[in-house]
C-alpha cells in the first residue's frame, strides 16, 4: 500500500478521537510536574497534538500560553477547539498547522516544549536536535516515544515493530542520546499499559467495526483495520517488552 493511501486510512480511521496514541492524563501531569521551575505563565509549544486531549490537560494544570500545532488541522478542529471553547481554555491555547520538521516559531520562543508520541514521526534525535533551539535556555522539552523495555523482545513483536519503526531503540539508548545532544535528563518513565489499553484502544476498539462496515469494500482499509487489531494483541500480550517513555529533558545553555 501506497504510504500517502495508508495516511489517508489512518486519518480517517482516528478522525473524532479523543487520543490519537497512548498517553492519559495522570501520566501527562506527572511529566508535568517533573518541570519544576517554570515560570507562572510559561509559553507551551504542544508538536504533533492531534485532537489535543494532552493540551488541554497542559491548560488546566498551567497558566500558560500554548501553541498546539499538528500537520492535519482536522484532529485539532474536530476536539481540542471545541472542547477548549467549551471550558473557557480558547483564550490561552491557539492552534496552528505546522509540520514539525520546519516548525514557523522564533527561537527560544517556548519555555516548554511537548510532544506526546510524535516525536517517531521525524526520528528521536532529528526531534531533540531541531526543536532545541525554539527552547530557551533553562526551559524544557518533554517526549514521549516508543521503546524496548527489554533486550530481547518475542520475535513477532520485533518483526512488528521493527517494520513499523525501524528507527525504535531501548529506553537506556535514547537516554543516552538526549544527553549527547545537549540535554539534560531530569528524569524518564515508563507509560502506565492502560495508557494504551483503556485510554487510546478503548475508543479505537469501538470505532473499528464502524470503519470496516463503513469500507467493506476496501481491501486497503481492511488490512488497516487488520494491523491496528494486531498491535492491540501485541500490547495486550507482551507489554512488558515495549511501550511508551517520557523524557523530562532540560535545556541548561
Ligand atoms: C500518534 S499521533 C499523537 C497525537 C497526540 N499527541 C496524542 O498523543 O494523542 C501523532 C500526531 O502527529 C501528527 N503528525 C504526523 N506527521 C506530522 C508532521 N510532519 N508534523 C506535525 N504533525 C504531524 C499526526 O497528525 C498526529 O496527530
Known amino acids: ?13 482516528h478522525d473524532g478521537l479523543s487520543r490519537l496514541g497512548p498517553g492519559n492524563a495522570p501520566s501527562t501531569l506527572r511529566a508535568l510536574r517533573m518541570c519544576r521551575e517554570l515560570p507562572a505563565t510559561p509559553d507551551i509549544l504542544d508538536v504533533g497534538c492531534g485532537s489535543g ?4 490537560v497542559l491548560a488546566s494544570a498551567t497558566q500558560g500560553r500554548i501553541t498546539a500545532t499538528d500537520l492535519f488541522p ?26 514539525m520538521n520546519d516548525l514557523p516559531f522564533d527561537e527560544e ?19 531533540l536536535t531541531k ?11 518533554v517526549v514521549s516515544e516508543a521503546s524496548w523495555f527489554t533486550d530481547n523482545p518475542p520475535d513477532e513483536l520485533w518483526k512488528f515493530w521493527t517494520a513499523h519503526y525501524p528507527g525504535m531503540r531501548s529506553v537506556q539508548a535514547n537516554h543516552e542520546a538526549a544527553q549527547s545532544l545537549g540535554w539534560t535528563s531530569i528524569g524518564h ?14 475508543p479505537l476498539r469501538e470505532r473499528l467495526p464502524i470503519f470496516r462496515a463503513a469500507n467493506a469494500n476496501d481491501a486497503d482499509a481492511q488490512a488497516v483495520a487488520d494491523m491496528t487489531e ?11 517488552h515495549f511501550g511508551y517513555e517520557f523524557h523530562i529533558l532540560r535545556r541548561n545553555d
Do not use: C
Open 74 to 99: 482536522s484532529f485539532f478542529q474536530t476536539h481540542l477547539e471545541k472542547v477548549a471553547r467549551k471550558e473557557g481554555l480558547d483564550e490561552r491555547i491557539r492552534t496552528v498547522q505546522a509540520d
Open 109 to 127: 520562543s517556548f519555555d516548554l516544549v511537548w510532544s506526546e508520541g510524535a516525536v517517531y514521526i521525524m526520528g528521536f534525535d532529528n526531534g
Open 1 to 13: 500500500m501506497q504510504e500517502e493511501r495508508l495516511i489517508e486510512l489512518l486519518v480517517n480511521l
Open 53 to 56: 486531549s494532552q493540551t488541554l
Open 189 to 202: 518513565f515508563h507509560l502506565p499499559v492502560e495508557a494504551w489499553t483503556i485510554d487510546y484502544y478503548g
Open 230 to 240: 494486531y498491535e492491540m494483541y501485541l500490547m495486550d500480550t507482551y507489554s512488558e
Open 131 to 141: 526543536w532545541r533551539p525554539l527552547v530557551r535556555p533553562g526551559g524544557y522539552l
